[in-house]
């Protein structure tokens, strides 16, 4: 169909806005019908504090612009209004939550909200795909969505969602421990309903990682406000998180204790030799993890019958030093704390480091794989040994080289800095994660602000909500292992068949952290999703493809704790060939 042009098109919206507030059965019917607003009329739109459901002084939208149709297939994205605003905070010396909303002239009468990444700071614009989307199919804006999403709360500096910063103030930090969702979501809101004089008949929610904790406590705590949430790889409990990776980091950080890019694919390779078989096929992927897990120890582990740790007293790439293998092993096993959390957790489960991929060389990568790389490398442990001061991410210039320390060793320091200690000059290493002293009541007290601690979703499964959940076993940033720690929570508290009534979580063997070189997810989530909302129709048989270790394989998606299992014939990269089956 050819766009039609940008006033017709919007005249078309403000009729059809008119028509549906017609037929709305407003009681009054002496009441003047509502009149859909265009989108330059927005600009300007102020939304009293008394229509946020969370303390704000108000907000503004600052700009509006008509964005014309672009794109053809599945990559179309019709012509819609991108309106951009501020939501103002009570504490003066807070920072503003930045918003956008996107309005598309040919609207589905529904809605998704798009969480962040990382510690947030730029605006999840709602203009992309939900996590591990397939290219073949439309986005959530291409299909007529009403998107928006928000900074949650404060703008990132030069280290990006690595900024910690704004945690120094209480009402930025609250926004971003959960608050900025409810504000943005009761913003947008209110300039959809400007837009086309209707409210929306769907809500939904998209996010992965700290977008997927953020997608856990949006439908928890305001169950009411969506219908559907897509949660992939969530960082639901920060608090134990971090203090895993302070303990990794302190490990890090000693001498011959941070292994090279070289040395990670000792690693690497090791394991995939020990366990790749273990799911019934010699595939390059771990798919039944937990033999592996009892299989593999890289003490004693080799590789081509060589060691992989090096003999006493020598660092070099081809093998692990004692104390980066004593390194690798803490991040595999758990935190175990002498106090308890807000969640009333004392325990991080650990990654799942054997098979993982933690940044190794590109070399003997496709071109598609080697695109993908830096990107993983620094999800994962980058290239500088954690230190204090802590290594700056700094990107290289023409007469300096990159800085890029781990991921989470930057996530740790930052925390430390300006959510427990409020002191920029503080010491990540000097911190003990499990005993820290006068600073544990801080530590118990932030885990209450930023962690999504509900395990009793019964609220949103009363009105038909339904959450899709996935991870990738093979996550160097969010382990997998904690959200089976978060299921198990979730089915001790309702019970195992009213979670399979709104609940789905699936793994995903060789997915790192939202990227892989090993095996990229994509996964229609949202077309599952919406069957399963608007339908009724139950997720079965779900499939998952990788678009770059193998391009075009397939395999099973399948409810953990299964893992998909080689049938011992057929096509090796086709799901078809799998059965999910129990370890």
Not at 269 to 298: H, K
Not at 328 to 355: D, F, I, Q
Not at 371 to 392: R, Y
Not at 479 to 484: F, I, L, R
Request: proline share 8%.
């Amino acid at each position: 169909m050819r766009a039609r042009s940008s006033a017709s098109a919007w005249a078309l919206v403000a009729i059809a806005g008119f028509g549906l507030v017609g037929c709305g059965g407003d009681d009054d019917d002496n009441a003047p019908p509502a009149q859909a607003k265009a989108c330059p009329d927005l600009n300007g739109m102020t939304i009293p504090a008394g229509s946020i459901g969370l303390p704000t002084t108000g907000a503004v939208v600052t700009a509006t612009q008509v964005v014309p149709a672009a794109g053809a297939g599945a990559a179309a994205v019709g012509e819609y209004c991108r309106v951009l605003g501020d939501i103002n905070p009570v504490d003066p010396n807070a920072p503003k939550i930045k918003f956008q909303v996107n309005l598309p002239a040919q609207w589905n009468s529904k809605t998704m909200m798009f969480g962040g990444g990382g510690y947030n700071g730029s605006i999840a614009t709602g203009t992309g795909n939900v996590p591990a989307g397939p290219a073949n199919q439309p986005t959530p804006l291409g299909r007529g969505y009403a998107t928006f999403g928000s900074d949650s709360g404060h703008q990132a500096g030069a280290a990006g969602s690595r900024d910690g910063s704004f945690g120094a103030n209480d009402e930025a930090l609250r926004n971003f421990g959960g608050d900025a969702l409810k504000k943005t979501r009761d913003v947008a809101i209110a300039i959809v309903q400007a837009r086309y004089a209707a409210g929306p008949q769907r809500n939904y929610f998209a996010g992965g990682s700290t977008g997927g904790r953020e997608a856990l406590i949006a439908v928890g705590k305001w169950p009411q406000d969506f219908d559907g949430a897509i949660v992939l790889y969530p960082a639901w409990n920060a608090t134990a998180l971090n203090l895993h990776l302070g303990r990794m980091t302190q490990a890090m950080a000693r001498p011959n204790a941070f292994p090279s890019r070289e040395q990670r694919k000792v690693l690497l390779d090791a394991a995939v030799q020990a366990c790749d078989g273990l799911d019934g096929v010699t595939d390059g992927l771990i798919s039944n993890q937990p033999a592996c897990d009892a299989r593999f120890d890289p003490a004693t582990a080799t590789l081509n019958g060589t060691p992989i740790q090096c003999p006493a007293g020598q660092n070099n790439p081809s093998c692990l030093t004692a104390e980066m293998v004593a390194a690798v092993k803490l991040m595999n096993e758990p935190t175990v704390l002498p106090y308890r959390l807000a969640s009333g957790e004392n325990v991080y489960p650990g990654y799942t480091v054997w098979g993982t991929d933690l940044g190794v060389p590109a070399t003997g990568f496709t071109a598609a794989q080697a695109a993908v790389q830096p990107t993983v490398l620094t999800l994962t442990f980058g290239t500088d040994q954690p230190a204090n001061p802590m290594p700056p991410v700094v990107a290289a210039t023409a007469t300096t080289p990159a800085t890029n320390p781990p991921y989470g060793s930057t996530f740790w320091d930052q925390w430390v800095k300006f959510f427990v200690t409020r002191d920029p000059n503080a010491n990540p290493l000097a911190l003990d994660p499990v005993n820290p002293g006068a600073r544990q009541a801080r530590i118990i007290e932030l885990g209450a602000i930023q962690d999504a601690n509900a395990t009793d979703f019964s609220a949103f499964r009363a009105k038909g909500g339904k959450i899709l959940m996935a991870h990738g076993i093979h996550d160097g940033l969010v382990p997998n292992k904690g959200t089976h720690q978060l299921m198990s929570r979730i089915r001790a508290t309702m019970g195992a068949p009213a979670v399979a009534d709104f609940l789905r979580y699936y793994e995903i063997p060789g997915y790192n952290h939202a990227i892989s070189s090993q095996f990229n997810a994509a996964w229609d989530s949202l077309t599952a999703l919406e069957a399963w909302v608007e339908r009724g129709v139950v997720p079965v048989n779900q499939v998952v493809a990788d678009t770059i270790g193998v391009p075009g394989r397939t395999r099973p998606l399948c409810e953990w704790p299964a893992y998909p299992r080689y049938n011992g014939s057929g096509d090796v990269n086709a799901a078809a060939s799998f059965a999910c089956v129990a370890p």
